[in-house]
């Protein structure tokens, strides 16, 4: 059994033939994605985040309003830039979210990529330490948002305080209880997976991998997964923790889906440079009839590994039409592998 959610990165653009033209589109749609995805039996909706681009920019709103209109599935992002937040602030807004969906926050956090503009995080007002990195800077915020979610008392209170407070130190409020064990990291390189596990974070590794090895991209993340889990084990930590991969798949049922995916070859990996100095690798696309594309995924290591699949969606053409998509996945290729 696998848990099989979408991930939308909320493209929107007002050029002829989008279906979602504009930032509220793509907000409302993904609303509406999100509720009938749960009507489908999907497991979970996903959201990526971008800043300074036409996609979606700023999750909690969005998490909230998708919380209050679902019941059951899982909601998400995948991920966070770290380098642009506030971890306290954050802290606040993600109790708020969880709190209004009942528990299904399963917040997905990183580093983050190359953005849309040079080193935008100083824009938000953030700059690395004497001798950090942006990265390092990501993985401080990351610890302090860990800290603060556990519900510890940390901040001295005024002695002629407005409101009556509780005794000793105050916490952050709304406090969420469980949500630190639900926090995933966005890994690209087998060494940031071991630091989640020892820091008992959740993994989420998608379609980019530093290339490490050489070896085909499927192989290389499974061998990511299998270093996550051995670490989580070494630290000792007391729960099992869950491993998500996202794929571009898309089984073919009808002429919608021959015309939009059925033409080009995307069987093979690519190999491209994120920044200057880190070489990746990039996973394929699936594209086929139900029972090939079974196969096929049958034969993809990292799949077979993680207990979660997300879905990456062209979000740009519809709620209805991506609504098909899931379906396709769920109805015919899932139980062919198992998964359902």
């Given amino acids: 059994m696998k848990s099989i959610g979408f991930l939308s990165f909320g493209h929107w653009s007002p050029a002829k033939g989008s279906g979602t033209r504009s930032a509220g589109d793509a907000l409302l749609q993904s609303i509406d994605l999100a509720v009938a995805a749960e009507e489908l039996g999907a497991d979970g909706a996903y959201f990526r985040v971008h800043h300074f681009a036409r996609q979606l920019a700023s999750p909690f709103p969005l998490l909230a309003a998708v919380g209050a209109r679902t019941s059951r599935i899982d909601i998400g992002t995948a991920v966070i830039d770290m380098r642009y937040e506030n971890p306290l602030y954050m802290a606040e807004d993600a109790g708020a979210a969880d709190l209004i969906a009942k528990g299904r926050l399963q917040l997905g956090i990183s580093r983050g990529s190359p953005e849309q503009v040079i080193d935008g995080w100083r824009y938000f007002g953030y700059e690395p330490a004497e ?19 556990k519900g510890n008392g940390f901040a001295k209170p005024n002695p002629r305080p407005m409101f009556p407070n509780p005794p000793g130190l105050l916490r952050l409020e709304p ?20 630091w989640a596990a020892k820091l008992g974070m959740n993994l989420q590794s998608s379609t980019l991998k530093d290339d490490e090895t050489g070896e085909p991209f499927h192989v290389q993340q499974a061998a990511q997964i299998r270093a996550f889990r051995e670490a989580w084990k070494e630290a000792g930590h007391s729960r099992t923790p869950r491993v998500s991969v996202s794929r571009s798949i898309f089984a073919l049922t009808d002429d919608r889906d021959r015309a939009y995916f059925g033409h080009g070859d995307q069987s093979e990996d690519q190999v491209g440079f994120i920044d200057e100095q880190t070489r990746a690798i990039f996973g394929r696309s699936y594209a086929a009839e139900p029972l090939k594309l079974a196969k096929q995924l049958a034969e993809d290591e990292a799949i077979h590994e993680a207990d979660t699949l997300l879905l990456t969606v062209p979000n740009q053409l519809g709620v209805d039409y991506n609504v098909h998509v899931i379906e396709a996945i769920l109805k015919y290729v899932a139980p062919e592998l198992g998964w359902r």
């Fill in 131 to 149: 001798g950090e990195s942006d990265a390092d800077m990501a993985r401080r915020h990351t610890e302090v948002l860990l800290e603060v979610l």
């Fill in 175 to 194: 406090h969420s209880e469980g949500l630190r064990d639900r926090i995933w990291w966005g890994a690209s390189s087998n060494a940031t997976a071991i």
